[in-house]
């Protein structure tokens, strides 16, 4: 299984930005894709994820209301739209696929299979 995120970059605070990942290679439908992002000398944190047999987001405290995690399961994509951008945003963002639901959804050791990082500038 592989997994390709895009769609970082440099943007200014207040700013917005829509990542994307694909997932390919052996077929099964993932019930959790979620974001975690990781900034210089710091640990690997929870953004966002999506469950398809809750049909439900979760969202980390700092991101709440600013952004919004999404997924198409025809297209086997997920995406992660992201608005009102802080500098404390910062950060490698990476997406990952689990193929049952966790409750513990927000801790990376609990996941399958994880893409490279798209990183996210956001310049104040």
């Known amino acids: 299984v592989q997994l390709q995120a895009s769609g970082g970059g440099l943007v200014q605070a207040g700013g917005s930005l829509r990542l994307a990942c694909a997932v390919s290679g052996r077929t099964f439908t993932a019930d959790a894709m979620a974001w975690f992002r990781q900034a210089p000398g710091k640990e690997r944190e929870f953004v966002a994820a999506?469950?398809?047999?809750?049909?439900?987001?979760y969202y980390a405290d700092s991101v709440k209301g600013r952004f919004t995690i999404s997924r198409d399961n025809a297209k086997n994509m997920v995406y992660l739209q992201m608005n009102s951008l802080k500098p404390e945003d910062t950060a490698e963002y990476h997406c990952?696929?689990?193929?049952?639901?966790?409750?513990?959804?927000?801790?990376?050791?609990?996941?399958?299979?994880w893409g490279q990082g798209t990183l996210v500038t956001v310049s104040s």
């Open positions: 999506f469950s398809k047999s809750r049909n439900r987001a």
């Open positions: 990952t696929i689990r193929r049952i639901w966790t409750v513990q959804y927000y801790n990376p050791v609990h996941y399958d299979y």
